[in-house]
């Protein structure tokens, strides 16, 4: 963290202040629901699959693959306007959850649907640690 952090961050409260202390602790955490046991992200209230409220905290393995991505040519925030382009991923968790993130240290080109990747954490503020992901080799 030397730079001041640019880019949008995220906003923190009760219903995903676990999520973000578990990528703090160097953890992928998702809710579970307690009822019928299916995972979630992001955080809601309601399980989609059964509408239960009753739900926990589930730390991941914190391994998937890419589900699908782009690249992104346009800085819709200046804080981007460095990276441009970028790639961003839909990960696919091996617990089933879907997640979008930036993948790092593989170049655009070698990026492919199916390629495992495991979570990595930045921290970016004192406040904000993120989840990116690199390649799973």
Not at 34 to 41: I, L, N, V
Not at 70 to 89: E, I, N, Q, S, W
Not at 101 to 124: D, W
Request: hydrophobic residues 35%; aromatic residues 10%; positive net charge.
């Amino acid at each position: 963290m030397n730079a001041p952090y640019t880019k949008p961050l995220p906003a923190i409260d009760d219903r995903n202040r676990p999520h973000w202390a578990g990528n703090a602790a160097g953890e992928l955490r998702v809710q579970r629901c307690d009822d019928c046991g299916t995972p979630r992200f992001p955080a809601s209230r309601w399980c989609p699959h059964c509408l239960s409220e009753n739900t926990s905290w589930q730390t991941t393995s914190g391994k998937g693959q890419v589900w699908s991505w782009c690249v992104f040519h346009r800085a819709y925030f200046k804080g981007f306007t460095d990276d441009l382009p970028y790639a961003v991923a839909l990960i696919e968790l091996d617990e089933g959850v879907k997640i979008y993130s930036n993948l790092v240290g593989i170049p655009r080109e070698q990026i492919r649907i199916g390629m495992r990747v495991r979570a990595r954490f930045e921290k970016v503020t004192e406040a904000v640690t993120l989840v990116k992901f690199e390649e799973d080799k």
